[in-house]
């Protein structure tokens, strides 16, 4: 039969690298609605610049 210190042990473990990988994960999503509200500034700026040299042109 297994120690149960040394289960509890492994449980406890286990448990950290859960918790870091979910703060892990929590840091990469929090990075992607960064660039994703990044990319979209750029479009908006892109369309203004394109809408303006149309006008320019027409």
Do not use: C, D, K, Y
């Amino acid at each position: 039969m297994a120690n149960p210190e040394a289960t509890f042990s492994q449980i406890e473990n286990g448990l950290g690298r859960i918790e870091t990988l979910m703060a892990q994960q929590l840091e990469l999503s929090r990075q992607q609605h960064e660039t994703a509200q990044m990319q979209g500034r750029h479009i908006e700026r892109l369309m203004g610049v394109v809408e303006t040299l149309l006008q320019r042109v027409a």
